[in-house]
């Protein structure tokens, strides 16, 4: 017979994938759980403070091309975790979705990430029909 422990339900959910890094807070050099997918370099992007240590994953860009000009910046995307934030909820991971001009974010679960990730499918296949019946092509 066998035991899980499952951690209460107010606390963070535990980081499946850590290490132990430096960083500098306050010019001092302290170690802290950082997640693996995180690409900081804490000692480089020192803080004043540790409530301010962030991590974020790389960042995924949606980019729109256009007929005269470079490619506008629609949505990026990132993970991210503040450990040491005083808002419980951002100290679980979450997914950031920001536009491109104007601001608007979202901190997504994974559930939310899933949701708009089929929401992305779904408009990417309507901008394929529209593609094809501008070139006159049937689907
Ligand atoms: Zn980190």
Same mark, same amino acid.
């Given at each position: 017979m066998?035991?899980?422990?499952? #951690? #209460? @339900?107010?606390?963070?959910?535990?980081?499946?994938? +850590?290490?132990?890094? #430096? *960083?500098?807070?306050?010019?001092?050099?302290?170690?802290?759980?950082c997640?693996?997918?995180?690409?900081?370099?804490?000692?480089?992007?020192?803080?004043k403070?540790?409530?301010?240590?962030?991590?974020?994953?790389?960042? @995924?860009?949606?980019?729109? #091309?256009?007929? $005269?000009?470079?490619?506008?910046?629609? !949505?990026?995307? +990132?993970?991210?975790l503040?450990?040491?934030?005083?808002?419980?909820?951002?100290?679980?991971?979450?997914i950031?979705?920001e536009?491109?001009?104007?601001?608007?974010?979202?901190?997504?679960?994974?559930?939310? !990430?899933?949701?708009? *990730?089929? $929401?992305?499918? @779904?408009?990417? +296949? $309507?901008?394929? @029909?529209? !593609?094809?019946?501008?070139r006159?092509?049937? *689907?």
């Amino acid at each position: 017979m066998s035991t899980t422990v499952q #951690p #209460p @339900a107010d606390q963070p959910a535990p980081l499946t994938d +850590r290490h132990i890094v #430096p *960083a500098v807070v306050d010019g001092q050099t302290v170690y802290l759980e950082c997640p693996t997918w995180c690409t900081i370099d804490h000692v480089r992007d020192s803080q004043k403070f540790l409530v301010d240590v962030w991590h974020s994953g790389a960042f @995924a860009d949606l980019e729109a #091309p256009r007929r $005269n000009g470079t490619p506008s910046l629609l !949505a990026y995307a +990132r993970l991210g975790l503040d450990s040491f934030s005083e808002d419980d909820d951002m100290r679980r991971p979450f997914i950031f979705v920001e536009d491109g001009s104007s601001g608007e974010d979202s901190y997504m679960d994974a559930e939310h !990430a899933e949701q708009f *990730a089929d $929401n992305l499918v @779904a408009f990417a +296949r $309507n901008i394929r @029909a529209m !593609a094809s019946a501008m070139r006159g092509v049937t *689907a």
